[in-house]
């Protein structure tokens, strides 16, 4: 509509300075005005047409270049999904921070046999304590025995005892 309104005006403009001239100039029908007028329109209808079809058409995959729109929000979710995978390569190729292991084992910390209570169960037990040098199992009973390694010089030891999964008894070692 806009370029319809353009060419109108540009059509107007010139007729002014036909008819505004004092020279003699050839006088165009009123046919062959009104003809260049229905042309004119014709090709600022399809001007038109085009324009619309451009800007409803997607963008095409591709390199943008003269000629073709960019569709932003699908720019914008391909560079969504591309910063989401180099995270993740990142994060494959990032080493995991290891575990530093305690120089002494938790069931030697006297602090931490002072932790365990009555009714607690084996998981928070082994929590506290660490794992176990040995375990012996009677019937419902349990006994976790706290020991030193074969490496190790110290006399210590200790153990808990669990019926159905819950602390009874508790013998820590002789600190």
Same mark, same amino acid.
């Given at each position: 509509? $806009?370029?319809?309104?353009?060419?109108?005006? @540009?059509?107007?403009?010139?007729?002014?300075?036909?008819?505004? @001239?004092?020279?003699?100039?050839?006088?165009?029908? #009123?046919?062959?005005? $009104?003809? @260049?007028?229905?042309?004119?329109?014709?090709? #600022?209808?399809?001007?038109?047409?085009?324009?619309?079809?451009?800007?409803?058409?997607?963008?095409?995959?591709?390199? #943008?270049?003269?000629?073709?729109?960019?569709?932003?929000?699908?720019?914008?979710?391909?560079?969504?999904?591309?910063?989401?995978?180099?995270?993740?390569? @990142?994060?494959?190729?990032?080493?995991?921070?290891?575990?530093?292991?305690?120089?002494?084992?938790?069931?030697?910390?006297?602090?931490?046999?002072?932790?365990?209570?009555? =009714?607690?169960?084996?998981?928070?037990?082994?929590?506290?304590?660490?794992?176990?040098?040995?375990?012996?199992?009677?019937? =419902?009973?349990?006994?976790?025995?706290?020991?030193?390694?074969?490496?190790?010089?110290?006399?210590?030891?200790?153990?808990?005892?669990?019926?159905? =999964?819950? #602390?009874?008894?508790?013998?820590?070692?002789?600190?």
């Amino acid at each position: 509509m $806009r370029l319809m309104m353009i060419g109108a005006g @540009q059509l107007a403009l010139a007729c002014g300075f036909v008819f505004g @001239q004092d020279a003699p100039v050839k006088e165009q029908s #009123v046919d062959d005005l $009104r003809d @260049q007028i229905a042309q004119l329109s014709r090709i #600022v209808a399809d001007q038109e047409r085009r324009i619309e079809d451009l800007e409803k058409a997607p963008a095409a995959p591709g390199p #943008v270049g003269p000629g073709r729109r960019v569709n932003t929000v699908d720019q914008e979710r391909r560079i969504s999904e591309l910063e989401k995978t180099v995270r993740q390569l @990142q994060a494959a190729l990032a080493p995991a921070p290891k575990r530093i292991p305690s120089p002494t084992p938790l069931w030697l910390m006297p602090v931490n046999w002072g932790f365990v209570k009555r =009714d607690m169960s084996e998981e928070h037990v082994v929590e506290l304590l660490g794992p176990p040098a040995r375990i012996q199992s009677v019937m =419902d009973v349990r006994i976790l025995y706290y020991q030193p390694d074969a490496k190790s010089t110290t006399p210590l030891h200790g153990s808990v005892t669990l019926k159905d =999964d819950r #602390v009874i008894a508790l013998e820590p070692p002789d600190f």
